[in-house]
Structures are given as structure tokens and as C-alpha cells.
């Protein structure tokens, strides 16, 4: 029986619809035209911690992942993405190149983080650059991408769509509901998997955000502590934000909107100016590392492949094609596993 | 005292301003008029891009480079108030290629964070080898003018073969994921006759022609495919931009600006006249420097007249 006959009938499904699901699901269904992937999941775009999401390529360091692991995922991702934004489909997948700053109020311990050098043109600002922000008393420049879910979703559903791939809305509760149906299980639950599959290590960290127009915003800026920022994207700008462990709530909160509006203004004063658009809060689902692994998990009697794929907290769009490709790699090594051995 | 200024783009009502400026509570009464043909938003002034940067090297004339950066670090100090977004300036970053090395322009030091550009940075424009990024400002003209304007007294000109016009046309597109400007040299060619991309507050403007000698103001289809198909070629992306307007202006190119004072004779009494003009394709970058000049020049003509305040004592 030859390989190809037997990867046919490989049936494989990814839950979740985010940057996550799709990006992994992407990756599977191109590089392995003989699975049939399913992507299925609750919510869709506009409907997904994505879609809110500024979408600036900004990274942390997690603790426990390998430094050169964490290097490729930025690094792919970085250059899949600025392929885009160099190219014809730049609009309609919503991606665009963005220079700013990233200003600390006090000199950080680390002046060249580990992706400074995939990020394009890092360098330390002047003394001139740094005058425009007087609390603050360092300062990096660079050009980087900004990818905004809105549009790219629905663009990476296209591109799913023409491998192949299909698509169901549908709430999984648990995985059993799936071991009938499919052979390998890729996970992009994001917060999802405190339910999913009983993992107690994650949790949200809210974020509110105000999209304001202010078309005369052409750079982006950043505070070096994360919480304070404003991202110039296609149509809109976004400024935010928060950073609110363990809070699940999704309604706007007007002290968070004061709070957002007056630090923003300090950095930026033209803001005073910028008519709010709307405001949306997202629950980044965050993880002391992201877990992108696989495990074998026995479901209705059967041993079933598992791939884990999510826990990115806010760098899932900064890591998103990065990570799916390490899940393909993952889903291959599994593949590889499950194939029977030669009959003679 | 009356002064009339005439001509009402940017450099008409930036010098009424300045003068205005350094001299109304010194001269009084202190009348200024402008008389022009064209105002705002019809001048040169509002269709140009509005982006401040002036010809890669000054040839010497080292004056122009300091009215230059006399008048980003003016523009610049308005930024951090609110009343920018009134005046139509705001920061924005981008490249200047060549397709060889080239020395270090006149403005390097006037603009923020100069740098030469990395490969990976020129590995995203094929064709060029060479080149620099920076932040610099951009000035709509269609919004400054009017902020000039506003408390100006309006009122409703020497042929100087020196003075010639140097054609331009470019295209205005809708391209809002564009942030960052992109021009391009080629010294074969001269001066913007090779593709620029620059993003401004709402549309994008498209252009790359610098016509010697050409007087039409009308758009040329030629130069409408020209100026689309290299912008593409430059900027993949733009294909899906859609085209909104055309337009020609006649930039007042010069061999070097025209600012100083001019005695004409009309009867016993001379007419005091400052010149302030030939500002080629750099006005709005070079206008404050100039502007500053001509109201020292002014302000010479008010002390030879004894109307300055010691004539009060």
C-alpha cells in the first residue's frame, strides 16, 4: 500500500478560528495535500480575540522555550508576513510595513532584545528622537509589520478554502466529541484549553483598546512596559491599553477608556483631537510559554494524536505563522507514527 | 505703513506672516495685502504632496540648506501641541533610493535619525542598490495655507528670464496601508523625473515628472500612465489602489532662490520691493527660512524709513 493512498484518508481537524487556528490550518492543508483538514470552531472574524487585536510584530521572552526555538518562530513569521506586505495581496490581507519607536522610561536592562535583529533597521534612538517624549529616558527605532485580523482572516479562509480545506462553525466541548470523526486533533483553543483539555496554566489578561481616527499618525509608539501604546493601522489608529491579569470581563470600562485617552495624549498630543471610533476589550490568552507540542491521548478507546497550539498571551499575531509551523512539523512527526507498517 | 505682498502661495503668506509677525506692534498702523490670482486651495502650493525635503545636494548655495532646516526645526516645534493637526503637519518616515552610492544630502543632519539603509531594507525595492531612511514632516499645503490665512488681510507683477517653469503631474490615490514615503533618484534624469510614493493625510500622491520650460497646466495621459506604471513597479501593492484625481502644477524653478531688496523708481519715490521667490520644487520645505529673511529685509526698509520705534521718541 503505498504512503500516498494512505495519507488520503488522513482526517485531520484544528479547533479555532483565530490567527492561530487559521495560520496552523493554512500550513497543514499546503503542505499535506492528501489530509483532509477541517477547521472547526465557535466564534468566527470578526468574532475573535484576533480580530481586535492592533497586530503589531512586537515579541516577549518566554522563560522555558529555547531561545533559538523563540528566534524562528519570530523570525518566521516576520518574513512570511513582510513577503505579504511586499506584495500585490498587501490590501486585501491586511498587511503593512510600520516604523516607530519603543521608548522606556528607564534605560532597560536588556537594549537589544533577541528579535531586534529580524525586526528591520533596529537602532537606538537619537538624543533629538527622544526629546519629543520627555519622561522617558531611552528609546529604540524600527520598522516592523502590523497585521490586522479583520482582514486577514477572512483572506487566510480564502487561501484555506482553495487548498482544500473545509470549514465548520461548531462549539467543541471536549475532544471525545471529535475522536469519531477525526484522526488527528491540532488545538488553537487559545483560552479555550483551560476548558478543552482541563489546562489550568492559562489565563486571560485583558486588554481594552479605542480605535480613533487619526490619519496623520504615520508611526507607531510604544512604552517599553507594554500598557501604553498607539498602533497606526490601514483605516484606523489603535491606542490602548490595559494589562489586567485574571480579569474576564469583556465590557468596555469607561476608567480604562480615561486611563488609555490621557496617557496615550501625553505621548502623542494630536490624539485630543482624534474622533473615537469604537472600543473593544479581548482576553489574551496568556501561558507562562506557549504550548506547542503533541501528545497521544487515548478517546473512546482509541489512541488519538494530539497537537497543542496555543497560550501565545498577545503575540499571537507576532508568531502565529512561526508556531504552525512548528505545529506541520509536529502533525508530521504524528503522521509518521500512525503509518502502518509494510505488509509483505 | 503699507505693504503689499503679492502672490498667495506658500511663500506669499508665510513672508505676510513673519512680517506681520516681528513687526505689528513695532510699525503701527502696520497694513499687509495680499494681491494674487489664485488662492487657496488653487496654488502650486495645495497641489503639491506637501512633503518636506529639499533637492538631494544644494550646490553650493549653502544658504537655502540653512533657510531649510531653519524651517523643519520651526514646524517640528509644533508638534507636540494639538494645533499641528490645524496646520497639516505631522511626522512620517521613508526611503530615498539610488540605484548607486551616493554622497550624503544636504539635509541629513536637518531631518530625524538619518541612516543609510540596510540590504534587507533594499532587498524590498529591486533595482536599487543605495539609499537612505529618516523621518521627516510632512505640510499639506491645502491645510496650511488656510492656517496661514487665518487673520490675514486679503485684497484682491517682472519678467525675470532666470524664472522658468518646471512641470509636474501626479496622481492622488486611495493606498491607506501606505505609511512611509518613498523616492527615488536617478541622476540621469534629474529632480524628480524618477518615481515618488508619498502617503499624506488622506490620499496617497503619485508622481515623478519635472518638465524644464513646459507652461500646461492640463494633465497628460501620458504622463498618467508613466507616473501609474512605475509608482506599481516601485510599490507592488498599489495596484489595488484606486486612482482619485490627476493633477499639474508649474513648479517656479530658479537657479537659486530670489531674495533681496529691489529700489523701483516711479516718480521721486521709490517703491521698496523684497523679493522672495524661484523656490523650484521646495517651497513648503524652505518657506519659513525665507519668510524670516524677508522680514529682516523688511525690517532694514522700516529703520531706513525712521518708522521704527525710535522714530516715536
Known amino acids: 500500500m503505498c504512503r500516498a493512498a494512505m495519507m488520503k484518508s488522513v482526517r485531520v ?8 487556528g487559521f495560520s496552523t490550518a493554512v500550513c497543514i492543508v499546503e503542505a499535506l495535500p492528501f489530509c483532509s483538514v477541517t477547521l472547526m470552531a465557535d466564534k468566527f472574524s470578526p468574532d475573535t480575540t484576533s480580530d481586535g487585536a492592533a497586530g503589531i510584530l512586537f515579541a516577549a521572552q518566554f522563560p522555558d522555550i529555547p531561545l533559538q526555538r523563540q528566534k524562528h518562530w519570530f523570525k518566521d513569521s516576520f518574513d512570511h508576513l513582510l513577503a505579504i506586505a511586499q506584495s500585490q495581496c498587501a490590501p486585501e490581507a491586511g498587511v503593512m510595513l510600520s516604523s516607530g519607536w519603543q521608548i ?83 488545538n ?27 490619519p496623520w499618525v504615520q508611526h507607531f509608539i510604544r512604552d517599553g512596559d507594554g500598557t501604553t501604546y498607539i498602533y497606526p493601522g490601514i483605516r484606523s489608529v489603535t491606542i490602548g491599553g490595559t494589562r489586567q491579569e485574571g480579569d474576564w470581563r469583556l465590557q468596555v470600562d469607561d476608567r480604562d477608556t480615561k486611563g488609555i485617552l490621557e496617557r496615550c495624549s501625553r505621548l ?64 508530521k512527526q504524528s503522521l509518521h507514527e500512525m503509518a502502518p507498517q509494510p505488509k509483505l | 505703513m503699507r505693504v503689499a505682498v503679492i502672490g498667495a502661495g506658500v511663500i ?10 516681528h513687526y505689528h506692534s513695532i510699525v503701527s498702523p502696520l497694513t499687509i495685502e495680499v494681491y494674487a490670482d489664485k488662492f487657496t486651495p488653487l496654488t502650486t502650493s495645495d497641489g503639491a504632496a506637501g512633503f518636506w525635503q529639499p533637492y538631494l545636494y544644494d550646490k553650493g548655495n549653502v544658504q537655502e540648506t540653512k533657510w531649510n532646516k531653519e524651517t523643519f526645526d520651526y ?33 541629513k543632519d536637518s531631518v530625524l535619525g538619518f541612516r543609510q539603509l540596510t540590504d534587507r531594507e533594499l532587498q524590498i525595492f529591486p533595482g536599487y542598490k543605495f539609499g537612505w531612511f529618516n523621518t521627516a514632516l510632512m505640510i499639506e499645503g491645502k491645510t496650511y495655507l488656510p492656517w496661514l490665512m487665518d487673520g490675514m488681510w486679503s485684497g484682491q507683477l517682472q519678467p525675470d528670464p532666470d524664472l522658468k517653469p518646471g512641470r509636474g503631474q501626479i496622481l492622488k490615490v486611495d493606498a491607506p496601508w501606505l505609511k512611509h514615503w518613498i523616492i527615488t533618484h536617478d541622476f540621469t534624469k534629474g529632480t524628480y523625473n524618477s518615481p515618488y510614493i508619498i502617503p499624506g493625510y488622506r490620499l496617497v500622491t503619485l ?60 516718480g521721486e519715490t521709490p517703491i521698496e520691493v523684497i523679493h522672495n521667490y524661484g523656490h523650484g520644487g521646495f517651497g513648503l520645505t524652505i518657506h519659513r527660512g525665507c519668510a524670516e529673511e524677508a522680514a529682516r529685509l523688511f525690517g532694514q526698509i522700516v529703520e531706513q524709513k525712521g518708522k521704527g520705534p525710535k522714530a516715536r521718541l
Open chain 1, 104 to 186: 522606556f522610561k528607564e534605560v532597560p536592562a536588556v537594549k537589544k532584545p533577541f528579535w531586534s535583529e529580524f525586526v528591520i533597521g533596529f537602532r537606538l534612538m537619537t538624543d533629538v528622537e527622544r526629546k519629543r517624549f520627555p519622561d522617558h529616558k531611552f528609546g529604540q527605532a524600527f520598522t516592523t509589520l502590523k497585521c490586522e485580523c479583520s482582514t486577514y482572516l477572512p483572506w487566510l479562509e480564502k487561501r484555506f478554502r482553495k487548498a482544500g480545506g473545509q470549514v465548520e462553525q461548531r462549539k467543541v466541548n471536549n475532544l471525545q466529541e471529535l475522536s469519531n470523526n477525526f484522526d488527528i486533533i491540532v
Open chain 2, 75 to 107: 514646524l517640528l516645534s509644533f508638534l507636540k501641541s494639538p494645533e499641528s493637526i490645524k496646520m497639516g503637519i505631522f511626522l512620517e518616515s521613508g526611503y530615498n533610493l539610488c540605484s548607486e552610492p551616493a554622497p550624503d544630502p544636504s539635509f
Open chain 1, 13 to 20: 481537524v484544528v479547533v479555532g478560528a483565530g490567527v492561530i
Open chain 1, 268 to 331: 502623542e498630543p494630536s490624539l485630543n483631537k482624534a474622533k473615537i471610533l469604537n472600543e473593544w476589550v479581548g482576553l489574551r490568552p496568556s501561558r507562562k510559554n506557549p504550548r506547542v507540542e503533541r501528545e497521544v491521548v487515548e478517546l473512546q478507546g482509541r489512541l488519538v494524536p494530539v497537537v497543542h497550539n496555543y497560550g501565545h498571551g498577545g503575540w499571537g499575531v507576532t508568531l502565529a505563522w512561526g508556531t504552525a509551523l512548528d505545529t506541520l512539523g509536529l502533525v
Open chain 2, 207 to 266: 508622481g515623478g515628472v519635472f518638465q524644464m520650460g513646459n507652461w500646461s497646466e492640463q494633465n497628460s495621459s501620458v504622463d498618467h500612465k508613466e507616473i501609474w506604471e512605475k509608482a506599481c513597479q516601485l510599490e507592488p501593492s498599489l495596484k489595488h489602489a484606486r486612482i482619485v484625481d490627476d493633477w499639474s502644477g508649474l513648479r517656479p524653478v530658479r537657479s537659486k532662490v530670489r531674495l533681496e531688496r529691489e529700489a523701483i523708481w516711479s
Open chain 1, 188 to 214: 488553537c483553543s487559545g483560552l479555550g484549553s483551560k476548558v478543552l483539555v482541563g489546562d489550568t496554566q492559562v489565563y486571560p489578561v485583558r486588554g481594552q483598546v479605542l480605535k480613533v481616527e487619526a
Open chain 2, 12 to 21: 506669499g503668506l508665510s513672508t505676510a506672516q513673519s512680517i506681520y509677525e
